[in-house]
C-alpha cells in the first residue's frame, strides 16, 4: 500500500524529472541552432520592436433613443514604424486629418493613445507622438535605401489583420517601381519591390536590411485587375485574358486578385525628409487638410522610342493626367506636355518630382517649365494643400 507521503514523493520526483528533461531540450535545441539562424534572429529582435499597430478611431453616432455617450469604431489598422527611441511613429495612408482617436500597440501587447502631429498629403506619410509614457523600442537605425541592390535581403515586418509585429524575410527584387492608382488618379513612383510577405494591416511597417537598419515603410501589395487595364505589359511570359483591353506602361493598383510575392515599400531616403519636415512644422487639423503641397498632375517616364520622336533627353518626364482645376491644371499644364522642370529644379524622374515638391510648402508660388510643340513655355503655379 502506498502512503500519502510515498506518493506525494514519487509525484515530485516524476515532476522534477519532467522539468530536467525539458530543460535539456531546450538547451539542445538552442545548441543546435546553427549560425544563420542564431543571426536571424537577432535581426528579429532588433527590427521587430520597431514596428507597433496602429488603430485610427472615427466617433460614432449614437443610436436614436440612446444617451450620448461617446462612442469610437475602428475605421481602420495598419501598421507604425518607431522614428527614434522617444515616442514618434510614421506610418503611411492613414488619413490621420480625419481620425477622432489613434491608439498604438506594442509587440509587447502595451498600448496607448497616440497624439496626431501631421500627415503629408504628397507622401501620404503620417506622423504620430506618444508623450508621459516607456516606450519599449530601445534603438532605431535608418538606413540608406539608396545603397540597395536588387538581390539585397531584406526583413519585413508588419501587423497583417492585427497580429502585432509579425516578421517575414525576403529579397529585394526590384527598385525604383511605379504603382498607379486609377481610382485616385495618382501615381507613387521610386518604390522597392520585395518577395517579403506584405498583407493588409502590413502598410506603415518597417522594411530593414540585414543589418537591422530601417531602409523603408511597407507599402502595399501587387494587385491584378479582374477587369479593365491588366499588367502583362511587365509580365510578358504570362497570357494576357481573352479580350483583354490594351495594356498600360505601368502597373495598376486596385482592388482585385492578390499576387504572391509582390510586394513595394516606400524608401527611406523619401520619408527621412518628409518627416524631418513635419517634425519642423507640425500640422494637426481636426478635420480635412494636410501638410504636403499638391501640385495636380500625375507623370510617367519618357521612353528611347519617344524621347527620339521628340528630339528629347530621356531625362524628363511627360505629364499623362491634370486635374481639372488643380494647381497646374489652372497655370496652363495640358496633359503630354513634358515637365522640365519645378522651382528651378530639373524633373528627370517621377521621384525627383517627389523630392521636390516634398520641399515646399502649399501655397507656395513657383515656376515649372514644360516643353510644348517643340517650344518650351515657361508657367506660374500655385501649389494647393
Known amino acids: ?99 477622432d482617436r489613434v491608439f498604438i500597440t506594442f509587440h509587447d501587447g502595451s498600448e496607448f493613445r497616440a497624439t496626431i502631429v501631421a500627415e503629408d498629403t504628397t507622401t501620404s506619410i503620417g506622423v504620430l507622438k506618444i508623450e508621459g509614457a516607456p516606450v519599449p523600442v530601445s534603438a532605431v537605425t535608418w538606413g540608406d535605401s539608396k545603397k540597395l541592390v536588387v538581390g539585397n535581403r531584406v526583413i519585413a515586418v508588419g501587423c497583417p489583420f492585427g497580429f502585432t509585429a509579425s516578421p517575414s524575410f525576403g529579397w529585394v527584387s526590384g527598385l525604383d517601381r511605379e504603382l498607379v492608382d486609377p481610382n485616385a488618379g495618382s501615381n507613387t513612383p521610386g518604390l522597392i519591390q520585395v518577395t517579403t510577405s506584405v498583407n493588409p494591416g502590413d502598410t506603415g511597417g518597417p522594411l530593414a536590411n540585414s543589418s537591422g537598419e530601417i531602409v523603408g515603410l511597407l507599402s502595399s501589395v501587387f494587385r491584378r485587375p479582374t477587369y479593365g487595364p491588366s499588367m502583362f505589359s511587365v509580365l510578358p511570359n504570362v497570357a494576357p485574358e481573352r479580350n483583354a483591353p490594351e495594356t498600360p506602361k505601368t502597373w495598376v493598383f486596385q482592388d482585385s486578385l492578390s499576387a504572391e510575392g509582390i510586394g513595394f515599400a516606400y524608401p527611406a531616403h523619401l520619408v527621412r525628409p518628409a518627416v524631418e519636415k513635419l517634425l519642423k512644422a507640425p500640422n494637426v487639423k481636426p478635420a480635412g487638410g494636410s501638410s504636403g503641397p499638391w501640385l495636380g498632375i500625375t507623370v510617367e517616364p519618357i521612353g528611347p522610342a519617344l524621347a527620339a520622336q521628340l528630339g528629347i533627353s530621356e531625362d524628363m518626364v511627360l505629364v499623362d493626367g491634370v486635374t481639372r482645376n488643380g494647381p497646374a491644371g489652372l497655370a496652363g499644364i495640358q496633359k503630354y506636355d513634358v515637365l522640365v522642370s519645378l522651382d528651378g529644379k530639373e524633373i528627370p524622374t517621377q521621384e525627383s518630382l517627389m523630392e521636390v515638391l516634398g520641399g515646399l510648402t502649399p501655397g507656395a508660388d513657383v515656376k515649372a517649365a514644360v516643353r510644348r510643340q517643340g517650344q518650351t513655355l515657361e508657367l506660374n503655379i500655385k501649389l494647393e494643400r
Not at 539542445?28 to 535581426?43: N, P
Not at 461617446?70 to 522617444?86: C, E, H, K, Y
Request: aromatic share 6%; net charge positive; with cysteine.
Open 1 to 99: 500500500m502506498i502512503t500519502l507521503h510515498a506518493f506525494a514523493a514519487s509525484r515530485s520526483a516524476r515532476l522534477a524529472f519532467i522539468v530536467a528533461t525539458m530543460a535539456a531540450s531546450t538547451a539542445g535545441r538552442a545548441q543546435g541552432l546553427d549560425a544563420s539562424e542564431k543571426d536571424t534572429i537577432k535581426l528579429v529582435e532588433r527590427v521587430r520592436p520597431t514596428c507597433v499597430l496602429v488603430r485610427v478611431q472615427d466617433r460614432a453616432e449614437p443610436a436614436p433613443n440612446r444617451k450620448r455617450i461617446p462612442r469610437f469604431v475602428n475605421r481602420t489598422q495598419l501598421s507604425g514604424t518607431a522614428w527614434d527611441s522617444t515616442g514618434t511613429f510614421v506610418t503611411l495612408g492613414a488619413d490621420l486629418a480625419h481620425a
